[in-house]
């Protein structure tokens, strides 16, 4: 059987007796000037054509290819996923599609997504980036595409932002499991110089036990450590005479470090604590419940995409750098008896 042939954008235009520019228009839902009867009479046809267009066909005679590429760390966390969820709601309703890739938190991913985003030829971009990302700020500008960071930043100048107050909730919190009544503690995290997040997560909570003279120490985490080296490494740390505080400062690391600690989790709360970051997905269901500080993804999914459409179309009416607040889900690991 022969294979039928592919519609195309001409095909429409020629069914529709209308131009082929005027279909270019309703692809790219530019209504303004066109009658509600050339509208539906597009719109039947494309439905009896069962016609889907290519990215080329959509940018033909219009201004831009309604194109974000999304650059994330790491898309297999409940985190990430929310944050494009919320980029995608507003990307819809303003007639835009998302891109998404993963960079692996590398600087090498960065630049290989970014040039091929480029050639694709999307209008903007949201941004997770590692600190090394500034070095490709000039080659998006010098094509002329709007960005805007999400959840961590290069800098605190020049760029749009969203992003949440991670080391004012890190601090407050552990000045409150101070308080609480433990005495020693851990930091478990990745790499802090790769992240900004990371660094203020790190700072907020050092700060606050200095201020307080508490003991600490950090120890750095590799990706794919393991819960069996990771629970060695807290047996040599963890002192038996004290009261330990342990804070996973990652969202993918939490669910390694908790089964770490479940070997001894009737030594929890009362001798060992746990704090994390999100994924709430599970940790209101574990057994012993999780305290975590919980960052609203979702919606700086929404206000990044909000920030960088605006950006896009030229409006200026958002606010380009947001600060957005998190909340303490207090849970059964921390909550030692008074």
Request: with cysteine.
């Amino acid at each position: 059987m022969a294979k039928k042939p592919k519609v195309t954008i001409n095909d429409i235009a020629r069914l529709a007796q209308t131009s082929k520019t005027t279909v270019s228009f309703y692809l790219n839902g530019k209504f303004d000037k066109m009658s509600a009867e050339t509208k539906d009479r597009i719109a039947t046809v494309i439905e009896e054509q069962q016609y889907r267009p290519s990215v080329a066909a959509r940018s033909l005679n219009a201004k831009s290819m309604k194109l974000i590429g999304v650059l994330i760390g790491d898309i297999t966390n409940d985190f990430a996923n929310q944050i494009v969820k919320g980029i995608d709601e507003i990307a819809k309703t303003h007639n835009y599609q998302l891109i998404v890739g993963n960079s692996n938190y590398t600087f090498e991913s960065e630049s290989d997504y970014i040039d091929r985003m480029l050639s694709m030829g999307v209008d903007g971009f949201i941004v997770q980036p590692t600190i090394q990302f500034k070095a490709l700020i000039p080659k998006i500008r010098a094509n002329g595409k709007s960005l805007v960071f999400i959840d961590s930043q290069t800098d605190m100048e020049s760029n749009a932002w969203v992003k949440t107050n991670n080391y004012e909730a890190v601090l407050e919190t552990t000045f409150e499991l101070v308080d609480k009544g433990y005495n020693d503690f851990i930091l478990l995290t990745a790499d802090p110089s790769v992240l900004s997040t990371r660094m203020e997560r790190s700072r907020g909570f050092t700060d606050a036990l200095t201020i307080r003279e508490q003991r600490h120490r950090t120890h750095i985490v590799d990706y794919d450590m393991s819960a069996e080296v990771i629970e060695t490494s807290l047996n040599d740390m963890i002192d038996p005479n004290r009261k330990t505080l342990i804070f996973a400062a990652n969202c993918w690391l939490l669910g390694n470090v908790f089964m770490a600690v479940k070997a001894q989790s009737e030594k929890i709360p009362e001798q060992i604590g746990l704090l994390g970051f999100d994924n709430l997905e599970w940790t209101k269901f574990a057994s012993p419940t999780v305290t975590t500080i919980v960052q609203p993804s979702y919606e700086e999914g929404k206000v990044a995409a909000s920030i960088l459409i605006d950006k896009i179309e030229g409006k200026n009416e958002m606010v380009p750098t947001q600060i957005l607040k998190c909340d303490v889900n207090w849970e059964e690991s921390t909550q030692l008896k008074s």
